[in-house]
T-cell receptor, first 111, second 116 residues
């Protein structure tokens, strides 16, 4: 089976509830942030991104919030569905095209 | 539109053997990347390329080599495989940054490599 994701922090939510996944980033100079979703056996899939000149950005059922004061990024998923179960990664970039990834959070959705 | 395609999907090697992982993208992206992903860790950048004929080292380049002879292909080579290189390898591609603005990277589904 898929070994990636062992010992990850896990968020368990009930289907239909809202989910909030948090991420602390490391570099106060980072100017670009991105969230990826990774399902078992698959590559990371782009969800949403945000630039440092913004505090909030919304997509379909997802919202990313950026708090530069405390170097914190969050991903909110509205009306969580079973298909949202996956590992979620945040990543940051500072003035380059290279991304620095966090270790990930596993989201488990139960009925 | 296939996006980013990685071959092979699985491989088992013996210590000391060599192999090449192939990544192909059909999105005309300038940038291509190779990452490795280990249990409990995020993706770590091995090497990357900002265009045909150019490569650069990432965070964990030791033991790997790369080549970008064609814009659409990015090859990752292991000259003498070691058990520490057992991992899942992901390739990604992305656009140039017009005006210095980042664009998302697009990933393949990975190559699962075991070194015995």
């Amino acid at each position: 089976g898929e070994s990636v994701g062992l010992h990850l922090p896990t968020l368990s939510v009930q289907e239909g509830d809202n989910s909030i996944i948090n991420c602390a980033y490391s570099n106060s100079a980072s100017d670009y942030f991105i969230w990826y979703k990774q399902e078992s056996g698959k590559g990371p899939q782009f969800i949403i991104d945000i630039r440092s000149n913004m505090d909030k950005r919304q997509g379909q059922r997802v919202t990313v919030l950026l708090n530069k004061t405390v170097k914190h990024l969050s991903l909110q998923i509205a009306a969580t569905q079973p298909g949202d179960s996956a590992v979620y990664f945040c990543a940051e970039s500072y003035h380059t095209d290279k991304l620095i990834f966090g270790t990930g959070t596993r989201l488990q959705v139960f009925p | 539109n296939a996006g980013v395609t990685q071959t092979p999907k699985f491989r088992v090697l013996k210590t000391g053997q060599s192999m090449t992982l192939l990544c192909a993208q059909d999105m005309n992206h300038e940038y291509m990347y190779w990452y490795r992903q280990d249990p409990g860790m995020g993706l770590r950048l091995i090497h990357y390329s900002v265009g045909e004929g150019t490569t650069a080292k990432g965070e964990v380049p030791d033991g790997y080599n790369v080549s970008r002879l064609k814009k659409q292909n990015f090859l990752l080579g292991l000259e003498s495989a070691a058990p520490s290189q057992t991992s899942v390898y992901f390739c990604a591609s992305g656009h140039l940054r017009p005006g210095g603005v980042n664009q998302p990277q697009h990933f393949g589904d990975g190559t699962r490599l075991s070194i015995l």
